[in-house]
């Protein structure tokens, strides 16, 4: 299916970009606070409530199996030993960075010393040392450009197999390596500066989706990936690796141009190491592939236009690589549903626009609603 679009739709999705030099010193926490669109209202239930109430971008999980929540109005972490009851079981993690009033959190990760890291939409990246909630100001530290860090937009955080972090923000990929960042962009052989997504294969290639193209590092060169028709993959934001070493990402093709209008097409994909194979129509701005080997997506129904349908999907094991997977709607809604992961008992988490939600295989819990409820 093709959908068509101006280039004004394309640049709502693009921001502009900063770059930085690369430095090893750490300053103290010196916040530039950018006041949050929320309404009062809002602003009010989130100073008061300790369960997500916002745009939820991306959920993770700690080496304790507790769920680590990144929203626009904190990053939360969901205690999996307690009961769901008056939010008792979330607490509030950057309280001591910044109010809600003047968040924008948009991805987390405890790395394998546990620290844990947050990245912002116009803060740069925060770190705190292996201790959860320091009492002191020195156990957490502020990253900028000033530090190296290509931009103080930086929408995902990502640890490689050999300890070092990369951060996707929209003045290119900076990986940190515990002293200093280097940063790579279009100038290195990055087909686009505004980085969405990586993922480190099990053969070392690290990949990178962009709001431009989809390509892989090899530690020399970037390759950027084509289709049978030369044609490259657009606005990957969802990638993961299965058991057998496919690689699943959502992306869209150009298929034409005609003046200021593109005619695009949009799907999820999988690449065997050989061959693209177009799965769905639907989009897949996140992947994850189950303990059972299902492979789950949210995503739009369709390119970025208003109204549009999102939905939570899961892709059967069994028929993954027929022609026509068998694929369940689990959740359909107008507005994004967001970042997934699985946690150790098999329940399903996803982010969307109004929050955190869990689905148990038969069950799908609001925890903002349920929040408001009691």
Not at 18 to 28: L, R
Not at 99 to 112: A, G, T
Not at 341 to 363: A, M, P
Request: with cysteine.
């Amino acid at each position: 299916m093709k959908f068509i679009f101006t280039y004004a739709l394309l640049l709502m999705l693009v921001c502009c970009t900063s770059c930085g030099q690369n430095k090893t010193n750490v300053p103290q926490v010196n916040i530039k606070p950018v006041r949050s669109n929320y309404t009062e209202a809002q602003l009010k239930e989130a100073d008061t409530s300790q369960v997500p109430m916002s745009m939820v971008r991306n959920v993770r999980q700690d080496r304790n199996g507790n769920i680590l929540i990144a929203s626009y109005l904190g990053v939360f972490r969901y205690d999996i030993h307690l009961p769901d009851r008056q939010g008792a079981s979330f607490t509030n993690l950057t309280s001591k960075i910044s109010s809600p009033r003047f968040s924008s959190f948009w991805d987390v990760l405890e790395d394998r010393k546990g620290n844990l890291w947050f990245a912002t939409k116009d803060s740069g990246v925060y770190l705190y040392n292996a201790q959860y909630l320091p009492d002191e100001q020195e156990s957490l530290r502020h990253f900028t450009t000033k530090d190296g860090l290509a931009s103080n937009t930086a929408l995902h955080i990502y640890e490689d197999r050999t300890g070092n972090i990369w951060f996707g923000t929209q003045g290119g990929a900076s990986r940190y390596d515990g002293n200093s960042f280097r940063t790579f962009t279009t100038e290195d052989g990055l087909p686009n500066n505004d980085i969405n997504t990586f993922l480190e294969d099990k053969a070392g290639k690290l990949w990178f989706g962009t709001r431009g193209d989809l390509s892989v590092y090899d530690g020399k060169t970037f390759t950027v990936l084509k289709n049978k028709d030369g044609k490259t993959f657009s606005n990957v934001w969802g990638i993961t690796e299965d058991r057998k070493g496919n690689i699943w990402f959502g992306a869209t093709i150009i298929e034409d141009k005609r003046g200021d209008t593109l005619f695009v097409s949009q799907g999820l994909w999988r690449y065997d190491g050989s061959i693209f194979t177009k799965v769905s129509q639907k989009g897949a701005n996140a992947i994850i592939e189950d303990k059972n080997g299902n492979i789950w997506t949210t995503g739009a129904d369709e390119p970025p236009r208003i109204g549009q349908v999102w939905s939570l999907s899961r892709y059967d094991q069994k028929s993954l690589y027929d022609k026509n997977p068998s694929v369940t709607e689990i959740k359909s809604q107008t507005g994004m549903l967001l970042g997934i992961l699985e946690d150790v008992k098999g329940n399903i988490w996803f982010g969307s626009g109004g929050g955190v939600h869990r689905y148990d295989g038969k069950t799908i819990t609001d925890f903002r609603r349920q929040e408001r409820n009691n």
